[in-house]
């Protein structure tokens, strides 16, 4: 299994982009996917960088109806129409958050022009894809629930309410006997979703690839900083390796990765592992 981080909020060096999103390149034995396509098709030139087709990809997963995973599938599709984009149904919606403007909300959702495109993979939670391939979702736990999921909301019927996230979705891909899980933001939270996964597979995933959703625009105060350690000490208790970035924030990471030591690494664009 070989995983390239195309973009991500960070850059390995200066020969790549660094841009707030997520996507990465998934090359297994028998599939290349997608998951996410970052912001921007600014992605799409860190793939060129790297020396990467993305058109090999067969399919995208969308980890959430977020416009920072999703930027780029519009321009991708451009390139490479007929390719599939799987995601919830519930991933099109009108999602939102507080604008700079008082009282106004500004749209962080998909691109609008997407849900009428024949290319869109409605599902309705976790489904198997594939021989070795499935998605992961309808995670309903709140163990350490990202405290900064409450700005991220939903527009319905004029009412503006709390995001609870049932749009978001992991890909889970085993390969010579290791099971990789992928996610976006783990905004159910990174503890909620490796639950549902022993639920569903048994076990833990011997990789995850994920932002924890951490990340605060001022210093983490001293719940926060607890949740944080609090989610560390959980992690600790599995065997499994854990690459996160994009939404965790520098300042959790660096609490994250004094737990962890050598059981976590950074994410950044350029990125290429071999596993």
Not at 82 to 100: C, I, M, S, W
């Given at each position: 299994m070989r995983v390239t981080v195309l973009m991500e909020d960070t850059a390995v060096n200066e020969s790549c982009i660094a841009e707030h999103g997520l996507s990465l390149f998934i090359e297994g034995q028998k599939h290349t996917y997608l998951l996410d396509t970052g912001a921007t098709e600014k992605t799409w030139e860190n793939a060129h960088r790297l020396g990467i087709d993305p058109g090999k990809a067969e399919a995208i997963f969308l980890s959430h109806g977020h416009l920072?995973?999703?930027?780029?599938?519009?321009?991708?599709?451009?390139?490479?129409?007929?390719?599939?984009?799987?995601?919830?149904?519930?991933?099109?919606?009108?999602?939102?958050?507080?604008?700079?403007?008082?009282?106004?909300?500004?749209?962080?959702?998909?691109?609008?022009?997407?849900?009428?495109?024949?290319?869109?993979?409605?599902?309705?939670g976790s489904t198997k894809i594939d021989d070795g391939v499935y998605i992961l979702s309808g995670v309903t736990g709140r163990r350490c629930w990202p405290k900064g999921n409450l700005t991220l909301k939903i527009r319905r019927n004029g009412e503006i309410l709390q995001d609870t996230f049932d749009h978001e979705q992991s890909l889970v891909m085993e390969e010579d006997g290791k099971r990789f899980l992928f996610s976006g933001c783990a905004h159910n939270g990174i503890l909620n979703i490796l639950d549902a996964f022993r639920e569903q597979f048994g076990g833990e995933p011997d990789y995850v690839f994920t932002g924890f959703h951490m990340m605060k625009k001022t210093p983490l105060n001293e719940e926060e900083k607890k949740d944080v350690l609090d989610t560390a000490e959980e992690l600790m208790k599995t065997k499994t390796i854990f690459y996160s970035g994009h939404c965790t924030g520098e300042e959790a990471y660096d609490l994250l990765k004094e737990a962890m030591g050598e059981r976590l690494f950074h994410m950044r664009s350029g990125l290429q592992l071999d596993l």
């Open positions: 920072d995973h999703s930027g780029g599938i519009v321009s991708f599709l451009e390139k490479h129409p007929g390719t599939k984009v799987y995601l919830q149904k519930t991933a099109g919606l009108d999602y939102v958050t507080p604008a700079q403007e008082p009282g106004k909300m500004r749209y962080i959702g998909i691109d609008p022009s997407l849900p009428a495109r024949e290319e869109m993979v409605w599902l309705d």
